[in-house]
Structure formats: C-alpha cells, structure tokens
Nanobody, 120 residues
Framework: QVQLVESGGGLVQPGGSLRLGCAAS????????MGWYRQAPGKQRELVAS???????NYADSVKGRFTISRDNAKNTLYLQMDSLKSEDTAVYYC??????????????WGQGTQVTVSS
C-alpha cells in the first residue's frame, strides 16, 4: 500500500503565499505523474498542476504564473508553491500520484486533502 500525506494548508490573506507538501510512503518502485487537485464547496474536483518524473509540468490556466509545482524524486515528495493567492483559490487541495508498487501493479493514489483558505 501507498500513503500520501499532505501538509502546509491553512489560512492566508489575499496576495499571500503558502507551500503545500505531499510525502509518499509505502512499497514504491517508481512514481510517474504526480499532481495537485482542488475541490471547492459545490464544485467538481479540478486539476491544479501536474509534473512527470522527468520534470515537465502542466498548470491550470487559473494558476499559471502564480503556482509552481515541483518534486523531489529521491524523497518521493511533491510540492506546490502558491503565490499571489486569491479568494477563489480557497479549496481542499489533494495530492495524487501514479505509482508502480510491483512489476505488474500500477495504481492511482490520493492524499486525504489539506484545506487552503484565502480570506482577509
């Protein structure tokens, strides 16, 4: 089994910054794409940003230029640096990882979520 544990959420004022972290642990042979998703009340979960093992990244248009996704492959850890935060960034943020745990098994895993609230 693989566990993803997020950290770094909280309350921040508009224009402020937060850094989210996501540590993967368990039986891991390799991690392919990792990503951050978010879900605001009454809305569907949406992709915020993703990064493949080689480092290529993808961002939602709403966060381009403000958020930066990165990963430390040696530590199986994912990060999301969020700058210039807006009230519309308020949501529960989830970490996701595509993980190979055995030669023949590759599955998608989710963290438990961390709340980010942007408010004055």
């Amino acid at each position: 089994q693989v566990q993803l544990v997020e950290s770094g959420g909280g309350l921040v004022q508009p224009g402020g910054s937060l850094r989210l972290g996501c540590a993967a642990s368990g039986i891991i042979i390799s991690i392919y794409t990792m990503g951050w998703y978010r879900q605001a009340p009454g809305k569907q979960r949406e992709l915020v940003a993703s990064i493949v093992s080689g480092g290529s990244t993808n961002y939602a248009d709403s966060v381009k230029g403000r958020f930066t996704i990165s990963r430390d492959n040696a530590k199986n850890t994912l990060y999301l640096q969020m700058d210039s935060l807006k009230s519309e960034d308020t949501a529960v943020y989830y970490c996701n990882a595509d993980v190979r745990t055995t030669t023949w098994r590759r599955s998608d895993y989710w963290g438990q979520g961390t709340q980010v609230t942007v408010s004055s």
